[in-house]
């Protein structure tokens, strides 16, 4: 018997889920955002900012990069995050020697069938941490683009789904360029939002240290919220009002890191629809159901100076330096009334 061309997936595989046709909308956000983010706040000390950035990039169907030195717990917030959502979870140590097959998955031949039978790899989970991101090679970095931005993959001719939800967490060290890949600017567009957990203060480090007496707290979390409460959640992000006004103040910010005399490369289209969307996302995680200057103000940073490339910027100051262009687009563009 011949073997049939194309790609069936393997029985029992999980090759993304299709989103539902309903959600119910839950009641009270606030109540379960505030249980999220207390749940995250058990183990991940002293960090409010960096955990409400991160819940508002779950809220607005984004992806996280999270940048800054070894052992202050980037990896912790990520796998605090998936675990506090009850959904499936995959950590991808990146490698020079990873191919894209591993990160997408392989058709195998199924010798009783006569079939290619597809055997999906980790990025077929809801939450998928890229730990060291820019330690693979641009082919295989290649290989989250589609992911990243369409939440499919093509395997053989055919499309699989991914998610919902579906977020990648992606972790790098900006210091250190040994055995090392810039991440390209089309991978950079597609992350939402890019953080800096930067060291803890005294206390919460004395905390840490008395906490992790009795083993790794995060292995013990309990989720707080299912799968459907954040598809639901999302779904109300895309409720929030956001004046018109609001909308010229996203576009003046963002024409700004365009005309800047010391920007090789400003924010692009995705960049204002991301700071639209995010901030709509903050709004939510407040309590609010419209957006105000401030939610814009707050995310501007975060949300673009990793898509914005200054002139004659020093390794490993890329974001520092477009920071700085991002705080000056801040004071010059008038804040609407």
Not at 170 to 194: C, H, K, M, V
Not at 257 to 263: E, K, L, P, Q
């Amino acid at each position: 018997m011949a073997a049939t061309s194309g790609v069936q997936p393997d029985q029992g595989a999980v090759t993304g889920n299709s989103r539902p046709a309903h959600v119910e909308v839950p009641s009270e956000p606030a109540a379960l955002l505030e249980r999220l983010h207390a749940n995250i706040a058990s183990v991940f000390l002293g960090k409010p900012e960096a955990i409400r950035l991160a819940l508002v990039t779950v809220l607005s169907e984004g992806h996280l990069l999270i940048e800054d030195v070894p052992g202050i717990g980037k990896t912790l917030l990520a796998k605090a995050l998936a675990r506090s959502i009850d959904c499936t979870f995959h950590r991808i140590q990146f490698t020079p020697d990873l191919l894209p097959s591993d990160l997408i998955g392989t058709s195998v031949f199924h010798q009783p069938s006569a079939d290619f039978l597809f055997r999906p790899g980790p990025l077929f989970a809801h939450v998928v941490l890229a730990d060291e991101i820019n330690r693979a090679t641009p082919r295989t970095q290649s290989a989250l683009l589609e992911a990243m931005s369409d939440r499919q993959v093509s395997v053989d001719g055919q499309t699989l789904p991914l998610g919902p939800p579906f977020l990648v967490v992606a972790t790098q060290n900006p210091y250190e360029f040994e055995g090392t890949y810039p991440l390209p600017e089309s991978e950079l567009d597609r992350f939402l939002i890019r953080i800096r957990i930067g060291y803890p203060d005294r206390a919460a480090e004395k905390e840490v240290l008395q906490q992790h007496r009795a083993g790794e707290p995060v292995e013990q979390l309990r989720a707080a919220l299912d799968s459907s409460q954040v598809i639901a959640l999302q779904q109300q992000v895309r409720a929030v009002r956001v004046d018109d006004s609001l909308n010229d103040y996203i576009l003046d910010l963002v024409n700004v890191t365009r005309t800047h005399a010391d920007v090789y490369l400003g924010a692009s289209t995705r960049a204002a629809l991301a700071l639209y969307r995010a901030s709509q996302a903050l709004a939510l995680l407040e309590g609010r159901d419209y957006a105000v200057p401030d939610d814009i103000k707050r995310l501007a940073e975060p949300v673009l100076a990793h898509r914005v490339l200054a002139k004659n910027f020093r390794h490993g100051q890329r974001g520092d330096a477009a920071a700085v262009i991002i705080g000056e687009a801040l004071e010059r563009t008038a804040v609407p009334v």
